[in-house]
């Protein structure tokens, strides 16, 4: 269940009343720790002791050796099953802190209030929780919902230009799987800030959940929520391991442009399509130079993608504006060509 907090954070507040947890605990990163963490302190009203754990920010720290460490302060402070996280951050908190809850003594409850753009419109929805693994992208997780998500959109004011636009990326991704109307919606903005894009975020959010709700364990139509990804997560390992770190949505953005080139060569849109979606998301996202990535490697890990099968390559490509293939499987000659196509625009 989604809910959109008032400024009191009362509905917080209903439910931490409503339940008997023995202890809660707060995971942060050192940015939400600053920026955030007073903001909740600051409304939370509840006799439950609680503490905080911290962890440092970014995607190198959502890793089994920072779950280890977390179940072992856990384990220190004597959790027991009735105990709560509340994670307090964006994508890598919400993939992070849902992992340990529901690993930690086969499963604890867990809440979360995103705290970014894309964690309010994607990674805290849906049920997903992992970590990566030798740079693999959410190779390790599991599928257990939050008890609830709890959204503050004024924390969007705390964030960077930078992690607004990451975010922008699925909220595009959305509308260009599910919902024609909310694409255009986003493409007419002219700014990305705040106040434009708020009053768009409970339409991002509720695509995702209906897509979610009818699939949860992804076996068919939530893989339309790939689009853009697979090729995005390659892109985004290979710069992890490079240490030229980029954020998740510019990854998903370069992604998208690839994989709607990628959705004309298979014949699934037109040509004018294809250019129009990369006209629009190249308006918002700067280019990212992929060329000194060797071609292998990024079949490496395209090849490893989790929702492969057979050693295939399984897409999620458009088939208009506004709708969605799944387990697509194109030739590794358009799949170079999709690449290549990106490499050769470096002048948008």
Same mark, same amino acid.
């Given at each position: 269940?989604?809910?959109?907090?008032?400024?009191?954070?009362?509905?917080?507040?209903?439910?931490?009343?409503?339940?008997?947890?023995?202890?809660?605990?707060?995971?942060?990163?050192?940015?939400?720790?600053?920026?955030?963490?007073?903001?909740?302190?600051?409304?939370?009203?509840?006799?439950?002791?609680?503490?905080?754990?911290?962890?440092?920010?970014?995607?190198?720290?959502?890793?089994?050796?920072?779950?280890?460490?977390?179940?072992?302060?856990?384990?220190?402070?004597?959790?027991?099953?009735?105990?709560?996280?509340?994670?307090?951050?964006?994508?890598?908190?919400?993939?992070?802190?849902?992992?340990?809850?529901?690993?930690?003594?086969?499963?604890?409850?867990?809440?979360?209030?995103?705290?970014?753009?894309?964690?309010?419109?994607?990674?805290?929805?849906?049920?997903?929780?992992?970590?990566?693994?030798?740079?693999?992208?959410?190779?390790?997780?599991?599928?257990?919902?939050?008890?609830?998500?709890?959204?503050?959109?004024?924390?969007?004011?705390? @964030?960077?230009?930078?992690? @607004?636009?990451?975010?922008?990326?699925?909220?595009?991704?959305?509308?260009?799987?599910?919902?024609?109307?909310?694409?255009?919606?986003?493409?007419?903005?002219?700014?990305?800030?705040?106040?434009?894009?708020?009053?768009?975020?409970?339409?991002?959010?509720?695509?995702?959940?209906?897509?979610?709700?009818?699939?949860?364990?992804?076996?068919?139509?939530?893989?339309?929520?790939?689009?853009?990804?697979?090729?995005?997560?390659?892109?985004?390992?290979?710069?992890?391991?490079?240490?030229? @770190?980029?954020?998740?949505?510019?990854?998903?953005?370069?992604?998208?442009?690839?994989?709607?080139?990628?959705?004309?060569?298979?014949?699934?849109?037109?040509?004018?399509?294809?250019?129009?979606?990369?006209?629009?998301?190249?308006?918002?996202?700067?280019?990212?130079?992929?060329?000194?990535?060797?071609?292998?490697?990024?079949?490496?890990?395209?090849?490893?993608?989790?929702?492969?099968?057979?050693?295939?390559?399984?897409?999620?490509?458009?088939?208009?504006?506004?709708?969605?293939?799944?387990?697509?499987?194109?030739?590794?000659?358009?799949?170079?060509?999709?690449?290549?196509?990106?490499?050769?625009?470096?002048?948008?």
């Amino acid at each position: 269940m989604i809910t959109i907090l008032d400024e009191n954070f009362s509905q917080l507040n209903q439910f931490m009343t409503g339940k008997s947890f023995s202890k809660v605990f707060i995971l942060v990163d050192e940015n939400t720790h600053e920026y955030c963490l007073p903001t909740l302190l600051g409304n939370l009203e509840t006799d439950i002791a609680f503490e905080i754990l911290e962890i440092e920010a970014g995607e190198e720290m959502k890793n089994i050796q920072t779950a280890n460490q977390l179940w072992e302060i856990l384990t220190e402070m004597q959790a027991d099953r009735k105990a709560l996280i509340i994670n307090l951050g964006g994508g890598v908190i919400t993939d992070m802190g849902g992992f340990v809850a529901s690993t930690y003594k086969r499963g604890i409850q867990f809440i979360n209030i995103p705290t970014t753009l894309l964690s309010m419109c994607d990674a805290s929805i849906g049920g997903k929780t992992g970590i990566d693994l030798m740079h693999y992208k959410n190779m390790v997780g599991t599928f257990s919902f939050p008890e609830q998500i709890f959204v503050h959109t004024g924390f969007l004011n705390t @964030l960077p230009g930078k992690e @607004l636009k990451s975010g922008f990326a699925e909220m595009l991704k959305h509308g260009l799987i599910a919902d024609k109307k909310h694409w255009e919606d986003l493409i007419h903005l002219q700014h990305l800030d705040p106040v434009g894009i708020e009053p768009f975020i409970p339409q991002s959010m509720e695509i995702k959940q209906e897509i979610v709700n009818a699939d949860f364990h992804e076996k068919n139509v939530r893989k339309t929520l790939n689009f853009g990804h697979t090729i995005g997560h390659a892109i985004e390992s290979l710069c992890l391991q490079s240490e030229n @770190l980029i954020l998740h949505g510019e990854a998903v953005a370069l992604g998208m442009i690839c994989e709607a080139h990628l959705s004309y060569l298979e014949g699934l849109i037109s040509k004018e399509d294809s250019e129009m979606i990369t006209e629009n998301i190249a308006r918002y996202f700067c280019y990212i130079d992929i060329t000194g990535f060797a071609e292998d490697k990024i079949f490496d890990l395209l090849l490893n993608d989790k929702k492969n099968t057979d050693a295939k390559i399984n897409f999620s490509l458009l088939s208009g504006i506004g709708s969605c293939v799944f387990d697509h499987q194109c030739s590794t000659e358009n799949i170079q060509k999709s690449i290549d196509f990106y490499k050769k625009i470096s002048g948008f």
